[in-house]
Nanobody, 123 residues
Framework: QVQLVESGGGLVQAGGSLRLACAAS????????MGWFRQAPGKEREFVAA????????NYGDSVKGRFTISRDNTKNTVYLEMNGLKPEDAAVYFC????????????????WGQGTQVTVSP
């Protein structure tokens, strides 16, 4: 069992930056691929970024490539999402999730989810 707690969300102006963090507990963090997903009102959940167990591999959704960076610190049991150049369309609830796969971007393969943190971007 893995517990995930996100933090770092908030209100930012377009063009600004935020850094989300997700702290994990309850199991060996490095045994899990970690991902970030987001969901805006009335929209389906969207893949944002994923990082492999070791941190050596990552992938991004097309809408965030070049602006967002995912990283993890296995000594701190934490995964981060650095978000730069934020746009109003980035506004959503952001969720971190853990998967027992070495690396995956498929939401169905993530079995543990946090409660989410709200990101709001003003024009």
């Amino acid at each position: 069992q893995v517990q995930l707690v996100e933090s770092g969300g908030g209100l930012v102006q377009a063009g600004g930056s935020l850094r989300l963090a997700c702290a994990a507990s309850g199991s060996t963090f490095s045994n899990y691929c970690m991902g970030w997903f987001r969901q805006a009102p009335g929209k389906e959940r969207e893949f944002v970024a994923a990082v492999s167990r070791s941190g050596s591999t990552n992938n991004y959704g097309d809408s965030v490539k070049g602006r967002f960076t995912i990283s993890r610190d296995n000594t701190k049991n934490t995964v981060y999402l650095e978000m730069n150049g934020l746009k109003p369309e980035d506004a959503a609830v952001y969720f971190c999730a853990a998967s027992p796969f070495v690396f995956t971007t498929q939401s169905g393969r993530y079995i543990y989810w946090g409660q989410g943190t709200q990101v709001t971007v003003s024009p």
